[in-house]
């Protein structure tokens, strides 16, 4: 029946238990004609290794599936135990994804499919990152890169925060995780339904949050309770008002007439005598947005500077929720 179905067959033989020399039963099973047989021991585990090897051997190459370009990509991350497959859980209203009180039942990355009336997306729920001093079998391990490898993959990342810690120092490496990858971002304070308020609450975590992810003042902020199902409609319309602003191309003209502004404004600093000159400026990307400007003296743009024009595009163009690159080139240099 095997031979007939013309699939591949890979031969194992339990119960070899015996280690060093071969136990010579296993030459009887040749006489199945289905190839070399391998011994193994489930008791022991002798010989799995060979065993998997033989049947990766068989296996396709793994190819993405393609989604539909309309598809928005969005990864939830954050440390273990914050309520990321929760959040997951109330979006599907299904459990998709294991739930548990003990932080990092999440191994994987999961991926779901899930569509309404605002659009489709993919869900990538995500193992929490740990602490690395606590990352210490290789299991952790890969789940940290898989988390890592969802936040390449996706369009939106949603950061999400536990409304009772706070911003903890983990939060700020997932966050900074994020960032440096150019992702589009959302901070989400989930357990917000099991925090005593008052009329102010919110306006002091919002400063808190805003403090403590300094470099992350570009994204917005929605306080949640997956549990409840509080706000969690809005996360759908602030995921897509993000995407839009990561793949926001400006003009040449417009951003040169923002920059003809921003100069007359604030002067260009000066070293020793010498004026920095802004040129022009131009996009040369988007996912982030990438901007090049061209000057006199690269060494004379100051990092300061630099957070000042990014400031003024923020202001004039908007942008909320990405990140910006600004590239600082000297005038006959290669654009790009």
Same mark, same amino acid.
């Given at each position: /029946? ?10 194992? !033989? ?5 280690? #060093? ?13 289905? #190839? %070399? ?10 010989? +799995? ?6 049947? *990766? $051997?068989?296996?396709?190459? $793994? ?10 990509? !969005?990864?939830?991350?954050?440390k273990? @135990?914050?309520?990321?497959?929760? =959040? ?26 899930? &569509? @309404?009336?605002?659009?489709?997306? =993919? ?21 940290? *890169? ?11 990342? =949603?950061?999400? *925060?536990?409304? @009772? ?16 990858? #150019? ?14 308020? %008052? ?33 969690v409609?809005? *996360?759908? &319309?602030?995921?897509?008002y993000?995407? &839009? ?8 003209? /417009? =951003?040169?007439?923002?920059?003809a ?23 040369? #990307? ?11 003296n ?8 630099q957070?000042?024009? $990014? ?11 990405t990140p910006?690159?600004? +590239? ?6 290669k654009?790009?």
């Amino acid at each position: /029946m095997l031979l007939r179905s013309r699939k591949p067959v890979v031969l194992a !033989v339990n119960k070899m238990d015996q280690t #060093g020399q071969m136990n010579p039963d296993i030459y009887e099973f040749y006489n199945l004609g289905l #190839g %070399d047989p391998f011994p193994v021991s489930a008791v022991h585990g002798h010989g +799995t290794g060979d065993l998997l090897d033989a049947c *990766l $051997e068989h296996f396709p190459d $793994e190819e993405e599936e393609e989604l539909e370009p309309d598809v928005m990509r !969005v990864a939830v991350i954050g440390k273990p @135990n914050v309520g990321k497959s929760s =959040l997951i859980n109330r979006i599907l209203g299904e459990e998709r994804v294991i739930v548990s009180d003990v932080a990092g039942t999440t191994r994987d990355a999961v991926d779901s499919l899930f &569509e @309404n009336e605002t659009g489709k997306y =993919l869900f990538i729920d995500t193992a929490g990152m740990r602490k690395k001093s606590k990352v210490d079998d290789a299991i952790e391990k890969y789940s940290v *890169l898989r988390a890592t490898m969802a936040i390449e993959r996706c369009d939106v990342c =949603l950061i999400m *925060l536990d409304a @009772n810690e706070g911003v903890t120092e983990q939060d700020t490496k997932v966050a900074g995780l994020a960032h440096e990858a #150019g992702k589009g971002c959302i901070i989400v304070v989930n357990k917000w339904d099991a925090v005593e308020k %008052d009329g102010k609450t919110m306006d002091r975590m919002r400063e808190d949050i805003r403090r403590d992810l300094a470099y992350m003042t570009y994204a917005p902020i929605v306080f949640i309770s997956a549990l409840t199902g509080q706000r969690v409609p809005r *996360l759908f &319309e602030l995921i897509r008002y993000v995407s &839009e602003q990561c793949s926001m191309r400006i003009t040449t003209g /417009m =951003l040169n007439s923002v920059l003809a502004d921003a100069t007359a404004r604030v002067q260009p600093p000066t070293d020793k005598g010498k004026r920095l000159k802004v040129f022009y400026m131009t996009q040369v #990307g988007v996912k982030p947005p990438h901007f090049v400007c061209f000057c006199n003296n690269a060494e004379l743009f100051h990092f300061s500077y630099q957070r000042y024009l $990014e400031n003024q595009i923020r202001a004039t163009f908007g942008m909320e929720g990405t990140p910006i690159r600004l +590239t600082v080139r000297e005038k006959g240099d290669k654009e790009g």
